[in-house]
Nanobody
Framework: QVQLVESGGVLVQAGGSLRLSCAAS????????MGWFRQAPGKDREFLVA????????YYQNSVKGRYTISRDNAKNTVYLQMNSLKTEDTAVYYC???????????????????WGKGTLVTVSS
């Protein structure tokens, strides 16, 4: 069993930066590929980025490539999402999720994740 707890969501102005954290607990948490999704008001939850267990490979959706950076510190069992040049359309609840392997972009669907956090709200004001 893996538990995920997100933190770091706040109100920030457009153009600003923010770092989200996802603390994982559980004996095998560091073996899992971890990723971030977000769900904007009135929209479906969408996959953004992922990182494999070792941290040596990362994967980004085109919509956030160049602005978002995912990283992990396995000594702290924590995954981070650095978000720069924030836009009002980045406003959403951000969720951390985990599955055993990356497996390709097509596998990062809501149903395919083994574990979810409860989310943290990011609000970007104009």
């Amino acid at each position: 069993q893996v538990q995920l707890v997100e933190s770091g969501g706040v109100l920030v102005q457009a153009g600003g930066s923010l770092r989200l954290s996802c603390a994982a607990s559980g004996r095998t948490a560091t073996n899992y590929a971890m990723g971030w999704f977000r769900q904007a008001p009135g929209k479906d939850r969408e996959f953004l980025v992922a990182i494999i267990g070792s941290g040596s490979s990362t994967y980004y959706q085109n919509s956030v490539k160049g602005r978002y950076t995912i990283s992990r510190d396995n000594a702290k069992n924590t995954v981070y999402l650095q978000m720069n040049s924030l836009k009002t359309e980045d406003t959403a609840v951000y969720y951390c999720a985990a599955r055993p392997t990356f497996g390709g972009f097509a596998t990062w669907t809501i149903a395919a994740m083994n574990y979810w956090g409860k989310g943290t709200l990011v609000t970007v004001s104009s």
